[in-house]
């Protein structure tokens, strides 16, 4: 009987060492669940972690596909989508670096300044949430803002030029839908001569293009002979219609020679030959132009102004203008030497004149003097 009591006694102080075992394990691991629990929580307490977390994701790829919505704006014609993406991934390289924005920071709430190398693409936030367990309050990623202000402002060009003239932007030319505004105004070189003759207007035509990246633009210019042309204070609006046939520029040089030498001498009535000296220069007149009656009423009073002789120095001639078929206006100054009584004596004198075809030959129309 001894024997059996002893046995039941060490069986139970087995059994007893077995739970208190099983108690202590359970013990430690509750322990070690609430200490690893209570460091979690520390960790996540602390505000690098999400920092960490977030920029271990952060990729060119996320940031260029955020920007990329920009791209709907941009004039792809002149920039196509794969040029502005390369353009984005050229200037977002990697490297990323953050900085805390102190003036956005609060106890529960902090921004931080993205920078990819030097360049500022963005900026994230992060917040304390609720208060666990352990009375800490973990950080956590809310939102992020991705913006490249040096890259993603956009741009419009605008350039103004004559009709006809081919603009050209990175080496795309610009087609009427980028022509924005349309001014007309009289060459001034032919104000006294609108409301007589129909004549050309100076067309210019504004061209606006983009927006596009702020990439580096080469915008050129081509006139009316497909070469390159820069419109600024010194451009002579008078060449877009001057005369350029080589031909035409002999034939009217011809012409106007002889005609001034012929005009001088009518009008200085040289060596008081008046009506002989009419009969000669009437020739080169278009018959019953206002030039023609103006020439021949002042005849009668020649007889009281003459020269003993008149000598052409020198005929400068600075614009022939086609007006239209057969039609040409001619700027040109002239220097005359007048013998008289008291010596030679030089004028100088200005004028613009309608020379015409007519058949075969140039005729003088008209004759103004400024």
Not at 65 to 79: F, T
Not at 123 to 148: C, H
């Amino acid at each position: 009987m001894a024997k059996k009591g002893q046995k039941n006694k060490g069986m139970g102080f087995a059994i007893f060492m077995v739970i208190y075992a099983v108690l202590g394990l359970a013990g430690s691991f509750l322990g070690l669940k609430w200490f690893w629990g209570f460091m979690e929580g520390y960790e996540a307490s602390r505000p690098h972690v999400a920092i960490d977390a977030y920029m271990q994701k952060l990729s060119r790829d996320r940031i260029v596909e955020s920007c990329s919505g920009a791209l709907e704006n941009v004039d792809m014609n002149i920039q196509s989508e794969e040029e502005c993406l390369g353009y984005l991934y050229d200037c977002v390289r990697g490297d990323f670096s953050y900085a805390r924005k102190a003036s956005a920071c609060t106890e529960t709430s902090q921004t931080y300044v993205l920078r990819s190398g030097d360049l500022v693409v963005g900026s994230f936030t992060i917040e304390a949430g609720a208060e666990d367990q352990y009375g800490f309050r973990p950080w956590r990623f809310v939102e992020e803002s991705f913006q490249l202000p040096d890259l993603m402002g956009t741009e419009t060009i605008s350039v103004t030029v004559p009709e006809g003239f081919g603009v050209y932007v990175n080496g795309v030319q610009l087609d009427d839908s980028y022509i924005t505004n349309q001014e007309s105004r009289e060459f001034e070189i032919l104000e006294f001569f609108y409301g007589t003759y129909d004549l050309p207007e100076l067309v210019l035509l504004t061209y606006e293009a983009g927006p596009f990246l702020n990439a580096e633009f080469e915008i050129e210019v081509y006139d009316l002979n497909g070469k390159p042309f820069t419109m600024d204070e010194n451009f002579d609006e008078n060449t877009l219609i001057a005369v350029t046939d080589t031909d035409k520029i002999n034939k009217l040089d011809t012409f106007l020679d002889k005609f001034i030498d012929i005009y001088v001498v009518f009008a200085g009535c040289a060596n008081d030959a008046r009506f002989k000296n009419y009969e000669r220069v009437i020739q080169y007149v278009v018959p019953g132009s206002n030039l023609a009656r103006r020439m021949e009423e002042a005849l009668d009073g020649m007889q009281f102004a003459q020269s003993r002789g008149d000598e052409v120095e020198e005929i400068q001639v600075h614009h022939y203008i086609q007006l239209t078929d057969g039609k040409y206006m001619c700027d040109v100054t002239y220097k005359v030497n007048t013998l008289g009584h008291e010596g030679v004596v030089q004028t100088t004198t200005n004028v613009k004149m309608i020379i015409v075809q007519s058949g075969n030959k140039l005729l003088v129309e008209s004759m103004i003097g400024y």
